[in-house]
């Protein structure tokens, strides 16, 4: 008799390759959009966060502008110079670099302010959803009196109030963290009613009556049982309201209560350069411009497409 050569079981795929086994992945291949946004948004982050190491120089540093570089227009028209690819503004400040950096920090800001609703969101929804009665009706009318005021207008009564009650060395600094807060104090809603809805209809499922009757925390059966299963229209949601956090952000630096010529963002700098529109200098508020839409129809695309991806009546 012939011994049985025991079956070797293979090794389980690893978390890249179910990534690029995933339904997911494959119908990413198969939108060519989605793609060309991938990418361009890609260039664009990377860009932005290796600004330090790819430009001329650093715009927040005033000791390395030169008023003699000032107005200078891009580089392909004449009285063009090089490096000032994009031209200069009235600053002699390199107007590639200071996209470069201004998108960094609107990206930061826009990022920040999706994890930060969708951090309280979650929590918010999960809390109303799963208790239920007193707790579910506090929560979500605090919520509709929000939703009941533009989200725009919100933000500008608190960036403005906040930038008024920090003290004159904190107002520069703590700029970014008060934008933060202030598209924040209302972009939470959306998540917490999307999570609350999906709360509600797991939590009289049989797993979670089962981690009831082994006596599970009811915290734990939140976060590890039920709040799992809201990733997908959370994941869509966040995508989404991350080009809105970058255009609300925006415009709070247009209107002048964003943040400070001394750290410009997008919107700082189409403010700026829209001062001089009539004067000539449109490159000054062209482009900037340009990069702030590049940046936001990327995401949009990608939002769209993850949006269609996840449903499963498109399948």
Same mark, same amino acid.
Not at 284 to 289: A, C, Q, S
């Given at each position: 008799?012939?011994?049985?050569?025991?079956?070797?079981?293979?090794?389980?795929?690893?978390?890249?390759?179910?990534?690029?086994?995933?339904?997911?992945?494959?119908?990413?291949?198969?939108?060519?959009?989605?793609?060309?946004?991938?990418?361009?948004?890609?260039?664009?982050?990377?860009?932005?966060?290796?600004?330090?190491?790819?430009?001329?120089?650093?715009?927040?540093?005033?000791?390395?502008?030169?008023?003699?570089?000032?107005?200078?227009?891009?580089?392909?028209?004449?009285?063009?110079?090089?490096?000032?690819?994009?031209?200069? %503004?009235?600053?002699?400040?390199?107007?590639?670099?200071?996209?470069?950096?201004?998108?960094?920090?609107?990206?930061?800001?826009?990022?920040?302010?999706?994890?930060?609703?969708?951090?309280?969101?979650?929590?918010?929804?999960?809390?109303?959803?799963?208790?239920?009665?007193?707790? %579910?009706?506090?929560?979500?009318?605090?919520?509709?009196?929000?939703?009941?005021?533009?989200?725009?207008?919100?933000?500008?009564?608190?960036?403005?109030?906040?930038?008024?009650?920090?003290?004159?060395?904190?107002?520069?600094?703590?700029?970014?963290?008060?934008?933060?807060?202030?598209?924040?104090?209302?972009?939470?809603?959306?998540?917490?009613?999307?999570?609350?809805?999906?709360?509600?209809?797991?939590?009289?499922?049989?797993?979670?009556?089962?981690?009831?009757?082994?006596?599970?925390?009811?915290?734990?059966?939140?976060?590890?049982?039920?709040?799992?299963?809201?990733?997908?229209?959370?994941?869509?949601?966040?995508?989404?309201?991350?080009?809105?956090?970058?255009?609300?952000?925006?415009?709070?630096?247009?209107?002048?209560?964003?943040?400070?010529?001394?750290?410009?963002?997008?919107?700082?700098?189409?403010?700026?350069?829209?001062?001089?529109?009539?004067?000539?200098?449109?490159?000054?508020?062209?482009?900037?411009?340009?990069?702030?839409?590049?940046?936001?129809?990327?995401?949009?695309?990608?939002? %769209?497409?993850?949006?269609?991806?996840?449903?499963?009546?498109?399948?």
């Amino acid at each position: 008799m012939t011994a049985i050569e025991p079956v070797k079981s293979s090794a389980p795929p690893s978390r890249l390759s179910r990534v690029f086994q995933s339904d997911l992945w494959w119908s990413f291949k198969q939108h060519p959009s989605a793609i060309a946004a991938a990418i361009l948004l890609a260039v664009l982050i990377g860009t932005a966060f290796f600004a330090p190491w790819i430009t001329v120089q650093n715009p927040y540093d005033l000791a390395s502008l030169d008023l003699l570089n000032a107005e200078i227009p891009p580089v392909w028209m004449e009285g063009g110079q090089w490096p000032f690819l994009l031209g200069t %503004d009235v600053q002699g400040r390199d107007l590639l670099s200071a996209i470069l950096y201004g998108s960094r920090a609107s990206i930061v800001i826009g990022a920040a302010s999706v994890a930060v609703s969708l951090i309280v969101g979650s929590v918010v929804g999960l809390v109303a959803g799963y208790y239920g009665k007193w707790a %579910d009706g506090l929560l979500m009318r605090a919520g509709d009196v929000l939703l009941s005021m533009p989200t725009m207008l919100i933000a500008i009564l608190v960036s403005a109030l906040a930038r008024q009650m920090l003290p004159p060395y904190l107002r520069e600094v703590g700029a970014s963290g008060v934008i933060v807060f202030a598209i924040s104090l209302s972009a939470w809603v959306q998540y917490a009613r999307t999570v609350r809805a999906q709360t509600m209809v797991e939590r009289n499922k049989e797993y979670v009556q089962a981690a009831r009757l082994i006596r599970v925390s009811k915290w734990r059966i939140m976060l590890k049982h039920i709040l799992p299963n809201t990733t997908t229209p959370l994941l869509v949601t966040a995508t989404l309201n991350f080009g809105l956090g970058i255009l609300i952000e925006a415009t709070l630096s247009f209107l002048g209560v964003g943040m400070p010529p001394e750290q410009p963002s997008l919107g700082t700098l189409i403010r700026i350069g829209n001062q001089y529109l009539f004067s000539g200098l449109w490159w000054i508020v062209l482009f900037p411009g340009l990069q702030l839409c590049l940046l936001v129809v990327s995401i949009n695309v990608l939002g %769209d497409w993850l949006r269609d991806a996840l449903n499963p009546k498109l399948r």
